[in-house]
């Protein structure tokens, strides 16, 4: 059985669920928290009962858009739906499923008329199975038509992407299909064309290259299976007796793996890996044991391993993942090592926040996530000491903070299984993000030698950057507007379908607008879409902005380039609108700020407006210039 | 391991898969006993009954189980 091994034990579990009725509004926060436990799938089936006996729809306070998940396949899969919505919970999203009727998902794409139009999907998962899909293939059959067959499957899938595409402009996942078929020949199976062994395999590589081209998420069973061993993932008992492919057993990973790829879809995956020192990323105490006395690198099997896990910490920087340590220690004995232990692989220069100092965790993670400014729910939290696990999870539930093995040797291995920083695609943001953090550290330090912000902000010889939404940046914009709380006047979430919506909207714009500076380049910041609405006014439906650009005349700027957009569409009033949420109360005040007149409001929420006739572009530090397509 | 421990294990077992605490397992309960009890539940009993005993049942043995009675001296033949 595949264990979710990296979450912890919550006990007494078995009775919190049988509780869970009566917990009244807490109920979904314990649902979440059951959810977040190391569960197996007779567990996970009773959570999602549970669940479902009390609430039979999306809690009004989530403001995550609800997942509407298909399945489309042709064996059975009534018993991953169970285990797909309690990896939701897991991540603080309510799921619906569906599948189709037995084998028929070719039809149900096709026909408006079908349950699956019904359903309107915001995700599809193609689930084939490898009998499905090897149909037909035998060892009597020729090279010639084992090639033609798979050419034919190849084609008849991507029809499936675009019809899922064409019809609902939602998430397409394809699963590759498990290795379930025995060898024929043995090591060099792939020498027999007609081998439904070989020919899985081919059918898997050759979908890995057109989902690349066609932009559809891929859920790698085939690698998990490599991985956990095939039997793990598929006994063929249970496929003879009730044509499950994916064993029950199973389930809460493969509940998992999809829900991961939804959620990296909305941006909602970690962002940061924020790791202890002492015993974590080197072997000893340094204030205790001095620099001399750490255990790192070659001499021993354990130093080894620590600069292994240190080695796949940077790996994980390199392609996007923030790094930051958090440390009980005197900041002077916690830097040491980085200047002087000669087998220190991750440099002081890959890390974009260091607290080191006897505070407790949770006041340090919570300085981290402010220093890098991103949210306390894009930590992942690694530390040696049980102790400190336990007071970060109950302190601040939202960090992800993995139980990890006594030995080293296993750190690496813990954070991939557990798939915090999944991800679908790498951009150029991600590339670049380490050196983006550096820069923040220059500046600081400018404005802390600068003697007033005119002058600071002069030096800085910044430019906003703007361009329309367009395909290159669709997975940053998407990222920003479903991850960005604090500077988001209106917390609307959108997916990739509702962006291009607004790309094709003649009578609306969106714009995505990037910060340079002298240091560097911030990467996309602001996103803001307008829309006409009536007579003449212009409605501004979303403004946000990463907060790490605070205090930088970014919004006059911004406001400037708005209302040159909104006169070309013969705007003559801005309308600007403050909803509030639990977290963007620092943005109440924005509009008023811009020199808006608060016109009326329903609710909390407040509307204001500008009259674009008597409007003089602000006078910033920042200069604007469109940005030219790549 | 005695026959009182298996069937306090079974127990617990069919209580979390059919949530319901008050239920008692005697020899003759059978699927026909327990609303719920289909072919996927059973599957369920199932896994959950060789991951908690560390055992494997095979195909045969599977198909010969007709109430609980069968299912704890099949596992009391295999631990």
Redesign the interface.
């Known amino acids: 059985m595949i264990e979710l091994y990296w979450l912890p034990k919550v006990e007494p579990w078995r009775e919190r669920l049988r509780r869970l009725g009566d917990t009244g509004e807490a109920l979904w926060d314990e649902a979440v928290a059951l959810a977040g436990a190391r569960i197996d799938a007779v567990q996970t089936n009773a959570l999602d009962t549970m669940v479902h006996r009390a609430v039979r729809e999306a809690p009004a306070a989530l403001t995550d858009k609800p997942v509407r998940l298909a399945m489309l396949g042709s064996a059975t899969m009534a018993h991953l739906h169970p285990a797909i919505r309690v990896a939701g919970l897991r991540r603080r999203l309510w799921v619906e499923t569906y599948e189709n009727d037995y084998g028929q998902y070719w039809q149900e794409l096709s026909d408006p008329a079908s349950g699956l139009h019904c359903f309107k999907p915001t995700a599809i998962l193609l689930a084939l199975d490898a009998h499905h899909l090897a149909a037909g293939i035998s060892a009597a059959s020729s090279r010639a038509d084992v090639d033609a067959a798979l050419a034919d499957t190849c084609e008849r899938i991507r029809t499936c992407w675009r019809l899922a595409r064409d019809n609902f402009r939602c998430l397409v996942i394809q699963q590759l299909a498990l290795p379930v078929h025995p060898p024929l020949l043995g090591s060099n199976e792939h020498r027999l064309a007609g081998s439904r062994a070989s020919y899985i395999a081919r059918l898997n590589a050759e979908l890995r290259r057109v989902a690349d081209t066609d932009g559809v998420a891929l859920l790698a069973l085939d690698a998990r299976a490599a991985r956990d061993g095939l039997m793990a993932w598929h006994n063929p008992e249970l496929w003879h007796r009730a044509k499950q492919e994916v064993t029950p057993a199973a389930a809460p990973m493969y509940g998992e793996l999809v829900m991961r790829l939804v959620a990296a879809e909305r941006g909602r995956s970690y962002k940061a890996l924020v790791f202890d020192l002492d015993n974590t990323i080197w072997g000893g105490v340094v204030g205790d044991d001095g620099v001399e006395g750490l255990v790192l690198g070659p001499g021993s099997p354990l130093g080894e391993a620590f600069a292994d896990f240190q080695h796949y910490a940077r790996e994980l920087s390199r392609r996007g993942v923030i790094l930051a340590a958090c440390s009980k220690n005197d900041e002077k004995n916690a830097l040491e090592p980085f200047d002087r232990h000669p087998e220190m692989v991750l440099k002081r220069s890959d890390i974009a926040s260091f607290v080191a100092n006897w505070s407790d965790k949770p006041a340090n993670l919570r300085a981290v996530a402010e220093d890098l400014n991103i949210g306390l729910d894009a930590l992942v939290f690694v530390d040696d000491n049980p102790f400190e696990r336990e007071l970060v999870r109950r302190e601040l539930p939202m960090v992800a903070v993995p139980e990890i093995s006594e030995d080293p040797a296993f750190y690496a291995q813990t954070l991939a299984d557990a798939g915090y920083f999944e991800a679908v695609a790498i951009t150029d943001e991600d590339r670049a993000r380490a050196g983006q953090y550096q820069g923040n550290r220059q500046r600081a330090e400018l404005k802390a030698s600068a003697t007033d912000l005119g002058s600071y902000l002069r030096g800085l010889d910044m430019r906003l950057l703007w361009r329309r939404f367009d395909r290159v940046g669709l997975n940053r914009t998407v990222q920003l507007i479903n991850k960005t709380n604090q500077f988001n006047l209106t917390t609307r979430r959108y997916t990739e379908a509702d962006v291009v919506g607004v790309m094709q909207d003649e009578q609306a714009f969106g714009v995505q607008l990037r910060l340079v500076d002298r240091f560097g380049d911030n990467g996309i910041i602001a996103i803001v879409i307008g829309r006409m609405q009536g007579e003449g006014d212009l409605l501004i439906d979303t403004w946000l902005m990463s907060c790490r650009v605070l205090g930088r005349q970014v919004e006059p700027t911004t406001l400037n380039l708005v209302a040159a957009m909104a006169k070309r569409l013969d705007a003559r009033r801005l309308i600007g609108e403050y909803i509030p949420s639990a977290k963007n109360g620092m943005v109440r005040d924005h509009y008023a700020r811009l020199g808006f007149g608060e016109i009326d409001g329903s609710g909390n929420a407040t509307r204001h407006a500008l009259d674009l006739a008597g409007f003089a572009a602000r006078d910033t530090f920042v200069e604007i210039e469109e940005e030219k397509g790549q | 391991m005695t026959e009182p421990e298996i069937y306090q294990a079974l127990t617990t077992?069919f209580r979390?898969?059919f949530?319901r605490?008050d239920l008692d397992l005697r020899p003759e309960l059978s699927a026909k006993d327990v609303p719920d009890w289909d072919?996927?539940k059973q599957?369920?009993i199932i896994?959950?009954v060789e991951?908690n005993f560390g055992i494997k049942f095979?195909?045969r043995e599977?198909d010969s189980l007709n109430n609980v009675g069968d299912l704890a001296r099949l596992v009391a033949s295999k631990t």
Request: overall charge negative; proline content about 0%; hydrophobic content about 55%.
């Open positions: 077992i979390d898969v949530l605490d072919s996927f599957i369920e896994i959950a991951e095979r195909t599977m």
